[in-house]
């Protein structure tokens, strides 16, 4: 009985080790693909960005139950990179067929599609995140994060260590 008991600790506790992933912080991102300027956004060419205030923001996963609560940050929306890269069109009808795709140092990915970031108030609430409760964005241990703030379940669309967007176009 004692064997079974410690055989069934033991792999219970080996389960919820490899069950908990830690993401190492990201000190810079990339924005790639059909863009006409790759460019490398590291925490110092963040300091170059004006940002906005927001108080608090919930952080809920699918089911809408609280997670955790992002205290007076400070955002950079993601348009200000986004419209730096340039996305590299022959008409403008084109860039509804246009799709972005965040992903995380741990391999998480979040999809956008062009109208969304640039066609909708959604893409007015999409930020970086470059300070949180007083600490600057170099000192966060989830840096560099990107959320959308007019989410409902602000989880889904939490993308912590992030280390690079991608443009595409469906084919």
């Known amino acids: 009985m004692k064997k079974i008991l410690f055989l069934t600790i033991t792999l219970f506790s080996f389960y919820t080790v490899l069950a908990q992933k830690t ?18 956004i590291n925490l110092d060419s963040l ?14 996963n699918h089911l809408g139950e609280r997670k955790s609560v992002l205290k007076k940050i400070k955002v950079i929306p993601i348009k200000n990179f986004l419209d730096k890269a340039v996305i590299h069109v022959e008409s403008p009808k084109q860039l509804s067929e246009f799709y972005i795709i965040f992903i995380a140092e741990d391999g998480y990915k979040v999809v956008y599609s062009w109208n969304e970031i640039f066609n909708t108030k959604v893409g007015q609430s999409i930020f970086i995140i470059a300070e949180k409760d007083g600490k600057g964005i170099a000192n966060l241990d989830d840096r560099t994060a990107v959320f959308c703030h007019s989410d409902f379940m602000t989880g889904r669309r939490y993308v912590k260590s992030l280390k690079k967007i991608i443009v595409k176009r469906i084919e």
Do not use: C, M, Q, R
């Open 23 to 40: 993401t190492k912080p990201t000190n810079e991102f990339t924005i790639e693909g059909l863009v006409e300027h790759e460019l490398v």
């Open 47 to 60: 300091k170059g960005y004006a940002t906005e205030n927001i108080d608090s923001v919930v952080i809920t």
